[in-house]
């Protein structure tokens, strides 16, 4: 082929043979020493050395002779000019990633895109037609070896069909590759190929046909197979942005033949459909192929039958008509319908296909609105549904109501639940994707159907896989993880088929070698991926949490670090971008996955009423898509996903349907056992540009797809072996050269030929291995020789030429004496002649001498004849032995025969015995492989057996304990009876009591008639009072139903928030809850025994207290009329802030007004003129003036407000005085009723207790001998307590874990907010100190008016009390006594339970603490084991390699993180300007931000305090009618009160008035506006029209703009998200404290009831005594949950420290975060700084709250009264001054606002000034027209004006504000989620720039890994130059001595010259040894 011209075929297969073997080549190769350096442009380039100093290497480049210094480990080795263009690259002398690219290249360059790497066939496609695929090449290649053809992907089909043949063993090509890299193309080649060699029609004109698509017989099987590609094609590939014709989905082809090898019939089944394709595609792409097909080619009725429509009117089509370059859509859709029509598809059926494509779009034009006050989604336009019902068979209102409102199982209920917009649209699109993958299969189903013929007997199969390859993407999503985790296990077939091979031959050939299963490196990745238990895998948890409730994206991610986060191939996200991502470490590389919406991809979810009805359709087609509806996950299974329901419910369904993931696992089981059980071929495709030019390679491309491919993962175990092997013969003759002397002469077999020349050589015993036929080398070693060889020849050559010059020289020298001796002997003659010439006798002589000759012709003759007779004899004898010879030749020839078969049949016969050999080995390997399966079986199966017997050690344990705690029990029975005995004495000594207390009782009764008398006087002035009160409540009434009216609204808009506060509450609350409980009882437990010391000492000091507790009764009178003025005071501060915030609104809704107005001039005139300017001047200065107008409108109106308010205050004041006498008398009379009601009751009590104490003392017999059996009772009870309990503590466990959790992730948020929450502290500081002051000075005015008057009233009144307290005193030391012997009684008998009860509880945390302790080291040092183990098995390899060359490493790692620093210098400076730029913008928000939150908390807070103020009011009210009844002159208070009710009465007509009038005002003005904007919107359209041209520039200039308001605006929005959060926090632990104080208050309550319930002597006492066991075991359980949670929390802090410790110090080490450790460091200590500010307020609030207690005991039975009132004044005041300090921050932040919205204005008009100032005017008219309207528009402002102030109505306008705030809020909403978008993408912003750090990160790994590899070849470069060195020195030390004698001879003659050419030889000698490495020395 060589010799002949190429024809136009083979240019594209044959490589160009005079180019490889060109010596020219060879020599340049040789003499430049080339090698290849990295290069930015084309991956590496070829660059020659010329110095090395050190690490560094002075390198020449070939292509411009530029000098580069670049370091050696960056160098890689050149192959020799034999190996370029090679067909296998297993056969590269140097496998590195240069040459295989190099090799790639120059192939595809030459046109040849077929290589071999190994097994695998690696193709590049070539985007151009190529003539290689005729029927002459599928001639050249049928029934041909791989290695004597070219590579194509013929020969593997071929080599595939003819394996399957011979060895009857199935057999499957694996395509796989990049969209684009040509997968598809190269299957039909196969399936085109194996259709012409394998029909049953054999004839040319068939098989011509075939290949070029011509019609054959109908229903043909290979026209059949043929014609399955365009139906798949229409269906399942679409056009994408790399690829016009993607296939979007898996297929495996199986192709069945019988045993003569003809096709039988086809099998197709497919993966991974991207369904999501038909929703939604990018902008240059295309849905698939068949929608397109169907709206281009339909025509006709089938058109309207199908209801079709143009391609823009379908939602779906999103990029609309986008055509193929080369293909009409029309003409595609009749090929495809003519494929179908061969297919046996029917008419009716292709009908039915088009209609569910119909249908598919259709659904995409549903349109769904939302309701204006309900989230309910509508669907107002259903022609689009009507057509999809149709097209479907199904009832319209039925789909309607099954999509608005369907039907959902709750419990055992049937429920209808509204839909929402966005879950309607959900629905609507996965209903599209389920329809038409469901289409999809069912064609599928049908293809196979056709093409699965059963008339002839399948006997093997031949199976073709298309599968996309290895993906790594920004954003790695689930179908990522499928596509990879598919690799993953194709990859590891590889590894494993291609080491079984290899293996084999070295059995073959007898190597010693010890079996290695590269397949298991990609073990533990497949494992994790994949396991189902023990830990599971991500598919097993993914499975897991799609069934538990309230599962998550984010729940999901984090179980799966919680267990497998540990593993080698799993890796956490090195900084937390996101919660739901995390990293996998693969063979191509790492992978980082984002896990957001899995577990609705795995659940892939339907709405079941939907998929009801269409099982339910008219259309049988449509019914037999829907036949498993049953098993579609429904609209239930979410529901229970959302809900707070058990996961119980879920597991009825699990067995009904299975997962995505389970589906897919299975599916891929059943592919990778078939292809277990056949023989692979592999076929790696690449893309070698994304342009789709053809002849352009991109090097860095190309790399990254070999790397996924797994070809350089091929080539780096084929570098484990030997892949370089030559036959003996072979390597005799070309490297026999090198060991001449070695081989003796002679024959000598070839073997032992090349074992004597590779010891002559000095080869590492580890670089070769000595066959039976061949010898193998490692990768470099023939590289090595050849440079020997090289060197060698040119040595012999340069002797050579020396010779033949010294000869030549000889031989003429030798010439040139002949001819000097010849001219003497010519001169002698010549003289001699001229002598004798002239004598007569020479004459004579000369004359006479030829006649002397004649005599002696007769003898001559005879001689000659002799002569003749001898040759005849010789002839005659040659002859005879020439016979002889070719008769023993000829027997030679039969004899060599006749071993030549004899040799065939052994060796047949050998091959025979070597493939039953093979057999045996394979079962053996699987018999053993058998064996250690059930070996690890065994041992997990003794490894439980140990656990259960720990485990029963343990329960026996448990059983010994409880049988002690048992016999404790019994012994604590025993004292209980004993102490029985001890009570029944002191019963006795009780009844003793009882005598004394009835002489008491007699002294009580004479009292008591005493206080009848007194009580029959009041009770009548009662009764007129109660008139009194009557009419006053009618009044209250009237008032009552206005305030609830008003509340009502407030409840309604409360609502709404409280609801979004509910989710976030719950979590909160739950751990809040614990606790609050753990504190309430630790309380509870401390008053109890604060009690009982207290009261001890109240019994000696009572008299000393009475004169303390007058003192402090005086002073709580003083506090309550000093709190009741500052209510007042803070009431007008109140009044004033509203007005202030009013004022502050007003601005701000101006401003918002005069934003909107120049945003839309912005709009309107960024092309404006010059004039216009002007134009804007003019209206500023108009707007101006109006602006003042406003203000002064604003004034006065303040003015009026602030004279109304001063008249309130008046009236208020007034009141309040009337308010305190009132008071007063009512406070006396209710004291003297509240002291005569103790009296009457005591004194009842006390009868009753006396009769029913003579009963009790009867009946304490049989009570005492039921307590024995309720001790018994009660001690089964505790027993199940203890049960309960532990049960209790597990949940308790199970929710503190969860808290934990809840907690990190607060911790996390607390770190963002404690800069916020600093900044706030400071503000509210300020704030609180500017308030104190002036409380301070308003109290000091108002307590000097108020202590004259009030001491009178106190003397008087304490007369009075002072007479109560000595009655309640005495009444105290009675029942205090009783309290005590009783209480002292019950704390003996509860402390010994207690103690019993927390020894046991203590015994079994000591086991449980053993118990996990040991596990945890157990399970930590498996981890450690497993951890060590995998990492000596990773360093073995390099630990050898590394050890020699330590030092050199050091320095390059040193130079090479030098300039790494560099590098990351650069980058820490370009993260600084993005820091700058973030502080920027985070001010720039913070700043905004304000605004927002102080317009919510003023909304927030205002409604509060109105609330609280009704509330007060109603209070004031209560207590005026009260007062006014108990007063003598109640009728002239009365009528002084209606007078004063009357006036304000009034004066809020006036105020109504005047809000209605301004309301009419406001409602002008907006109409107004709503004209002027009419007329602004006439005169845009005109400009518009005018200048369209030029608006097009200005329209680009303002989307910058408002892109960069809305960017802004959205990081506003995040800072105050951050903000509220914080408030809330806050707001949360004021309501803590508020519920504390409650609890305090309830306590307190509860207290009293006991201590009256104790005066019941001993028949309540059981009872008390449970509740008092209940408390103590609860008080147990909680302190030892509480223990728990604290070890448990300081473990979390502990493990959070470390993890922070290891994050800093790798950071540290690569020294790229500096700046983001100091930004933490910042926030850790601004968080330290939050916390210690909390704990300092927690234990100044318990403090706080331990004084209240005190107080609050003190003063129980004598102060309840003042309590009360104190309790409510002070709840009162903190109300008001909250409410005062956050008007004034909202005041203050309006104020901010305003000036911050003043600053934009000014921006804005100063941009808007730019803008006009670029452009010129060109319309005068116009601008005139403008002005004249502006004229009018302001006469008619200033007419609406004065109407204004003609008309101001108040009532109206308090109504309208609150509509506006609502108005406001909803936008502030609707800003908000526009602000959220912004901060997502600036958290994308800095997530790309992580990326990239990560990458940075990444690249460093790579490079010391391709150090490593260097530096492995270093050593093997090193160690043969060592070899080289040697040979060097023997071989000039064997030219010194033995040289030949002719060589010596012709050196002493040549002289200099031969000299010159033995130091040339030295040089050149010396040249090649520095290029090994080492020099050799002389």
């Excluded at 500023?1180 to 004034?1195: F, G, P, T, W, Y």
């Excluded at 980058?1467 to 600084?1472: A, M, N, P, R, V």
């Amino acid at each position: 082929m060589s010799k002949k011209a190429p024809t136009e075929d083979e240019k594209f297969l044959f490589v160009d043979k005079d180019f490889l073997n060109s010596p020219m080549a060879q020599a340049d190769w040789s003499a430049k020493k080339l090698v290849w350096i990295p290069s930015e442009r084309h991956g590496f380039e070829a660059a020659s050395v010329k110095e090395e100093h050190g690490d560094e290497v002075l390198v020449e480049l070939a292509d411009n002779c530029k000098k580069v210094t670049v370091n050696k480990d960056d160098i890689q080795k050149m192959n020799p000019p034999k190996f370029s263009k090679v067909e296998d690259m297993a056969e590269l002398t140097c496998l590195n990633e240069a040459s295989v690219l190099h090799n790639i290249r120059e192939r595809y360059y030459s046109g040849l895109i077929y290589t071999y790497s190994g097994l695998f066939c690696v193709v590049v496609n070539p985007y151009k037609m190529l003539p290689i695929y005729s029927e002459k090449i599928i001639e050249m290649y049928k029934g041909k070896k791989r290695h004597e053809v070219p590579p194509h992907i013929y020969s593997i089909a071929d080599n595939a069909y003819r394996n399957m043949m011979q060895d009857r063993e199935d057999q499957s090509i694996l395509c796989t590759g990049e969209s684009g890299a040509g997968k598809t193309e190269n299957t039909k080649k196969v399936i085109q190929y194996l259709a012409v060699v394998a029909s049953s029609h054999k004839g040319k004109k068939d098989s011509s046909a075939q290949q070029s698509g011509t019609q054959f017989a109908y229903g043909e099987l290979e026209k059949q197979l043929l014609q399955a590609n365009p139906i798949m094609e229409a269906f399942g590939n679409a056009k994408t942005i790399k690829n016009d014709n993607s296939s979007r989905f898996g297929k495996f082809i199986r192709i069945n033949f019988d045993v003569t090898g003809y096709i039988v019939g086809a099998n197709i089944e497919t993966y991974l459909l991207e369904k999501s394709r038909c929703i939604r595609q990018a902008k240059t792409e295309r849905a698939f192929h068949i929608f397109y097909y169907m709206i281009a080619g339909a025509q006709g009725k089938l058109r309207e039958e199908l209801l079709l429509e143009p391609f823009g009117n379908y939602r779906f089509l999103s990029a609309g008509h986008v055509q193929i370059t080369g293909q009409q859509d029309d003409e595609m859709y009749e090929e495809t319908m003519e494929a179908m029509k061969i297919m046996g598809f029917t008419d009716e059926e292709r009908i039915d296909i088009l209609k569910v494509c119909s249908t598919v779009m259709q659904l995409g034009n549903i349109e769904f609105k939302k309701e204006r006050n309900q989230e309910q989604a509508t669907m107002p336009d259903n022609t689009a549904a009507q057509k999809v019902c149709h097209l479907q068979g199904i009832n319209v209102t039925d789909f309607t109501r099954a999509i608005l409102t369907p039907r959902i199982k709750v419990g055992r209920e049937v429920v209808q639940k509204a839909q929402t917009k966005e879950q309607a649209d959900f629905a609507t699109e996965a209903l599209a994707k389920a329809v038409f993958e469901r289409l999809f299969r069912w064609i599928l189903c049908r293809v196979n159907k056709a093409l699965d013929k059963t008339k002839r007997q399948g006997a093997s199969f031949l199976g073709i896989l298309d599968i996309a390859g290895f993906e790594i993407f920004e954003d790695n999503s689930f179908e990522q993880l499928c596509i990879n985790y598919t690799n993953e296990k194709l990859q590891q077939l590889f590894n494993h088929t291609m080491f079984v091979l290899e293996q084999e031959e070295y059995q073959r050939e007898g190597i010693e070698w010890s079996f290695i299963d590269f397949g298991l490196d990609l073990q533990p990745c497949i494992e994790l991926i994949e396991r189902p238990n023990n830990p599971p895998g991500i598919l097993a948890l993914l499975d897991e949490e799609c069934w538990f409730p309230k599962a998550t994206d984010v729940s999901f991610v984090e179980k799966l670090m919680n267990t497998q986060g540990n593993h080698v191939k799993f890796a956490k996200p090195k900084q937390l971008k996101d919660k739901t991502e995390f990293s996998l470490f693969h063979y191509a590389g790492r992978v980082d996955y984002n896990a957001t919406s899995w577990l609705t991809k795995n659940m892939d979810p339907l709405n079941d009423n939907v998929t009801s009805l269409l099982n339910n359709s008219s259309s049988q087609f449509v019914q037999d898509l829907w036949k498993d509806a049953d098993r579609v996950v429904g609209l239930d299974t979410i529901a229970k996903m959302t809900d707070s329901s058990m996961p119980s419910g879920s597991k009825t369904k699990k067995g009904m349907f299975r997962t995505v993931g389970q589906l897919y696992k299975e599916s891929l089981a059943k592919l990778m056992t078939t292809l277990h059980n056949t023989q692979p071929n592999f076929v790696r495709c690449i893309i070698p540009n994304h342009e789709k030019r053809a002849g352009k390679l991109d090097a860095f491309l190309v790399l990254e797809q070999l790397r996924c491919n797994g070809v350089l993962e091929g080539i780096r175990i084929c570098r484990q072996g030997f892949p370089n092997r030559i036959v003996f013969q072979e390597f005799r003759q070309r490297y026999e050269i090198l060991a001449a002397s070695a081989i003796p002469k002679g024959f000598m077999d070839g073997k032992q030929a090349c074992c004597l020349m590779i010891k002559h050589l000095d080869l590492d015993p580890n670089l070769y291995r000595i066959g039976l036929s061949k010898i193998f080398f490692r990768t470099g070693v023939l590289a090595q020789l050849e440079e020997e060889r090289d060197l060698k020849i040119t040595v012999v050559i340069i002797a050579f030429q020396a010779q033949t010059r010294g000869f030549l020289a000889r031989k003429a020298f030798a010439k040139r004496q002949q001819q000097l001796t010849a001219m003497k002997v010519i001169q002698r003659n010549c003289a001699a002649y001229l002598k004798l010439r002239n004598w007569q006798w020479w004459r004579l002589f000369t004359k006479v001498k030829p006649l002397l000759q004649v005599t002696r012709q007769e003898e001559e003759m005879g001689l000659k004849d002799e002569e003749l007779q001898r040759a005849k004899e010789i002839a005659l004898k040659t002859e005879s032995e020439l016979k002889e010879i070719t008769l023993k030749h000829t027997s030679v020839l039969e004899e060599r025969n006749a071993l030549q078969e004899q040799l065939q049949a052994e060796t047949e016969l050998y091959a025979e015995a070597e493939e039953m050999r093979i057999r045996l080995a394979s079962k053996k390997q699987e018999l053993e492989e058998i064996l250690h399966e059930m070996e690890a079986r065994l041992d997990e199966e003794e490894e439980r057996a140990q656990a259960l017997l720990v485990d029963k050690k343990k329960m026996q344990q448990q059983m010994q304990e409880l049988e002690e705690h048992l016999e404790e029990e019994e012994d604590a029975r025993q004292k209980l009876q004993l102490e029985k005995v001890t009570s029944e004495g002191k019963v006795k000594k009780l009844e003793d009591d009882i005598l004394v207390m009835e002489d008491h009782n007699n002294k009580l009764l004479k009292e008591r008639k005493l206080m009848e008398e007194r009580i029959a006087d009041f009770s009548s002035n009662l009764a007129e009072e109660e008139e009194k009160s009557k009419n006053l409540t009618k009044l209250k009434n009237k008032h009552e139903s206005m305030i609830s009216e008003l509340e009502v609204r407030l409840k309604k808009e409360e609502k709404g928030r409280q609801e979004l506060d509910k989710a976030k509450r719950k979590l909160e609350a739950e751990s809040n809850d614990m606790q609050e409980q753990i504190a309430d009882l630790q309380a509870q437990i401390a008053d109890l025994k604060a009690q009982l010391a207290k009261k001890e000492e109240e019994l000696q000091n009572a008299l000393a207290r009475l004169e303390d507790e007058t003192a402090q009764k005086n002073n709580a009178l003083k506090k309550i009329r000093e709190l009741e003025g500052h209510i007042s005071d803070l009431q007008e501060d109140l009044d004033s802030e509203r007005a202030a915030r009013n004022k502050a609104e007003k601005i701000k809704r101006d401003l918002g007004e005069e934003l909107e107005a120049l945003k839309s001039e912005l709009e309107d005139t960024l092309d404006t003129t010059a004039t216009q300017q002007e134009l804007r001047a003019k209206r500023e200065q108009e707007v101006n003036l109006l602006k003042k107008a406003i203000d002064e409108e604003n004034r006065s109106h303040e003015a009026q407000t602030q004279e109304m308010r001063q008249k309130h205050t008046q009236i208020v004041e007034e009141l309040t005085d009337q308010l305190e006498q009132s008071k007063r008398v009512k406070s006396n009379l209710e004291k003297a009723k509240q002291a005569l009601e103790k009296e009457t009751s005591d004194l009842t009590i006390e009868v009753r207790s006396l009769c029913q104490a003579k009963q009790d003392g009867e009946n304490k017999r049989k009570k005492l001998e039921g307590q024995v059996t309720e001790l018994q009772s009660r001690f089964t009870d505790s027993e199940k307590q203890k049960a309960e309990l532990g049960e209790r503590c597990s949940k308790i466990t199970v929710e503190l874990e969860s808290v934990t959790n809840i907690l990190n992730e607060a911790e996390g948020k607390n770190i963002k907010l404690s800069k916020d929450v600093s900044s706030l502290t400071s503000q509210l500081q300020d704030s609180q100190e500017l308030l104190a002051e002036e409380t301070r000075q308003k109290l000091q005015f108002s307590t000097k008016l108020r202590q004259a008057e009030d001491d009178k009233n106190n003397l008087q009144e304490q007369l009075e009390e002072e007479m109560e307290a000595k009655r309640n005193v005495e009444r105290h030391v009675s029942t205090l006594n009783i309290q005590l012997s009783d209480s002292k009684k019950k704390l003996d008998e509860m402390t010994g339970n207690i103690e019993l009860l927390e020894e046991g509880k203590k015994r079994l945390q000591r086991d449980l603490e053993a118990a996990n302790t040991q596990f945890e080291e157990k399970a930590s040092a498996y981890d450690k084991m497993e951890k060590t183990k995998n990492r000596l098995q990773q360093e073995l390899e390099d630990t050898l390699m590394d050890l020699d060359n330590q030092r050199q490493n050091v320095s390059n790692l040193e130079k090479k993180q030098k300039k790494f620093d560099q590098m990351l210098a650069e980058e820490k400076s370009i993260s600084s300007k993005y820091a700058e730029e973030r502080d920027r913008a985070e001010a720039e928000a913070r700043e905004k931000e304000t605004k927002a939150l102080s317009l919510a908390r003023a909304l927030d807070e205002a409604q509060g305090s109105r609330e609280e103020l009704d509330r007060a009011n109603k209070a004031l009210r209560m207590e005026m009618e009260d007062l006014i009844s108990s007063k003598d002159d109640v009728g002239k208070n009365v009528h002084e009160l209606e007078k004063s009710k009357r006036g304000l009465e009034a004066q809020v007509d006036e105020m109504k008035t005047q809000l209605e009038e301004l309301e009419d005002e406001l409602q002008a003005a907006e109409d107004a506006k709503l004209r002027l904007e009419v007329n602004m919107q006439a005169l845009k359209a005109q400009f518009d029209r005018d200048l369209q041209g030029r608006d097009e520039m200005g329209e680009e200039k303002k989307r910058q703009l408002v892109k960069q308001v809305r960017e802004l605006e959205t990081e506003l929005e995040d800072e105050r998200k951050q903000r509220t959060l914080a408030t809330a926090a806050k707001k949360k632990l004021e309501t803590d404290m508020k519920d504390l104080e409650g609890q305090i208050e309830t306590t307190s309550k509860g207290r009293d009831e006991a201590i009256k319930q104790l005066r019941k002597l001993q028949a309540q006492m059981k009872d008390y005594q449970r509740e008092l066991e209940d408390a103590h075991a609860a008080r147990e359980e909680v302190l030892t949950t509480a223990k728990e949670s604290e070890k448990k929390a300081k473990g979390l802090e502990a493990e959070l420290m470390q993890l922070q410790e290891d994050l800093a110090a790798a950071e540290r080490a690569r020294k790229q975060a500096e700046a983001e450790r100091d930004e933490l460091s910042d926030e850790l200590s601004s968080n330290s700084s939050g916390k210690s500010a909390l704990a300092d307020e927690k234990r100044r609030l318990e403090a706080k709250i331990s004084q209240l207690e005190e107080e609050l005991e003190e003063e129980q039975s004598n102060m309840e009264i003042l309590n009360d009132r104190l309790r409510k004044s002070t709840s009162q005041t903190d109300q008001l001054t909250m409410e005062l300090q956050t008007e004034r921050s909202t005041s203050q932040k309006n104020d901010s606002a305003r000036q911050q919205m003043e600053r934009q204005n000014k921006e804005l008009k100063a941009k808007l000034q730019e803008m006009e100032n670029q452009v010129k005017s060109k319309f005068k008219s116009s601008i005139t027209s403008l002005e004249a309207k502006v004229a009018q528009l302001e006469e008619q402002l200033e007419q609406e004006s004065r109407e204004k102030q003609a008309s101001a109505k108040s009532v109206r306008q308090k109504d309208k504000k609150l509509k506006e705030l609502i108005l406001q809020v909803e936008d502030e909403r609707k800003q908000a989620e526009q602000y959220k978008d912004q901060a997502e993408k600036s958290n994308t912003r800095m997530k790309q720039l992580k990326r990239q750090l990560e990458e940075s990160e990444e690249e460093s790994q790579r490079a010391t890994a391709a150090r490593r590899k260097l530096q492995r070849e270093l050593d093997e470069a090193t160690e043969t130059s060592d070899a080289m060195s040697r040979e060097v020195n023997t071989l000039k030390s064997k030219l010194r001595r033995g040289t030949e004698p002719s060589f010596g001879s012709t050196a002493r003659r040549m002289g200099g010259g031969r000299r010159v050419l033995d130091e040339a030889s030295e040089e050149e000698a010396d040249s090649q040894s520095d290029f090994n490495g080492t020099k050799s020395v002389e």
